[in-house]
T-cell receptor, first 115, second 109 residues
Framework: NAGVTQTPKFQVLKTGQSMTLQCAQDMNHNSMYWYRQDPGMGLRLIYYSASEGTTDKGEVPNGYNVSRLNKREFSLRLESAAPSQTSVYFC??????????????FGPGTRLTVL | GESVGLHLPTLSVQEGDNSIINCAYSNSASDYFIWYKQESGKGPQFIIDIRSNMDKRQGQRVTVLLNKTVKHLSLQIAATQPGDSAVYFCAPGGNMLTFGGGTRLMVKP
């Protein structure tokens, strides 16, 4: 049981390049999330998927797109990377999107640098 | 939107002492709170949660206190160990978790 896995662990891009961050969970969770964490700051929600087949914007969605490929996988795409997207990206999952109970399990993160 | 803040960005304690990490929240409708621990280079890890119908909840070496009157949470860690060194976040639950900037706990040997 690997929990939440993310690939790649590190990535360096040039401005304007595109890439997709991959996330998978093996806990049979319905809900998945993408966050970014900038130095010395908390996590900010980019997009989430309450259940397979649905995605919604979070706090900072601009410049990103997501795909809930199946119940296990939730990818984050940067179409045209900008230096402001330099950050650590975390994927998370939870059993359900239920108000009042939302323990999330986090992956190890992807460290992205955009030059 | 929710506003979450922490009183102290860095807390330094001696190994074996008790630690208290504080957190304020602004939305009085928040009915569920989670504390996360984030070690350097890792993702956040769940520590303990508490619902708004409780004032106190205890786990293994950790206790969370909730004061709804002043919209304040605290995380108490008993007999702090070097392995407790990390950044701690409180996150009001609900549809979305909202993370503040965190408090860095440093444990001195």
């Amino acid at each position: 049981n690997a929990g939440v896995t993310q690939t790649p662990k590190f990535q360096v891009l040039k401005t304007g390049q595109s890439m997709t961050l991959q996330c998978a969970q093996d806990m049979n969770h319905n809900s998945m999330y993408w966050y970014r964490q900038d130095p010395g700051m908390g996590l900010r929600l980019i997009y989430y998927s309450a259940s397979e087949g649905t995605t919604d914007k979070g706090e900072v969605p601009n410049g990103y797109n997501v795909s809930r490929l199946n119940k296990r996988e939730f990818s984050l795409r940067l179409e045209s990377a900008a230096p402001s997207q330099t950050s650590v990206y975390f994927c998370a999952s939870s059993v359900e999107w239920v108000r009042g109970y939302n323990e999330q399990f986090f992956g190890p993160g992807t460290r992205l640098t955009v030059l | 939107g929710e506003s979450v803040g922490l009183h102290l960005p860095t807390l330094s304690v001696q190994e074996g002492d008790n630690s208290i990490i504080n957190c304020a929240y602004s939305n009085s409708a928040s009915d569920y709170f989670i504390w996360y621990k984030q070690e350097s280079g890792k993702g956040p890890q769940f520590i303990i949660d508490i619902r708004s119908n409780m004032d106190k909840r205890q786990g293994q070496r950790v206790t969370v206190l909730l004061n709804k009157t002043v919209k304040h949470l605290s995380l108490q860690i008993a007999a702090t160990q070097p392995g407790d060194s990390a950044v701690y976040f409180c996150a009001p639950g609900g549809n979305m978790l909202t993370f503040g900037g965190g408090t860095r706990l440093m444990v001195k040997p």
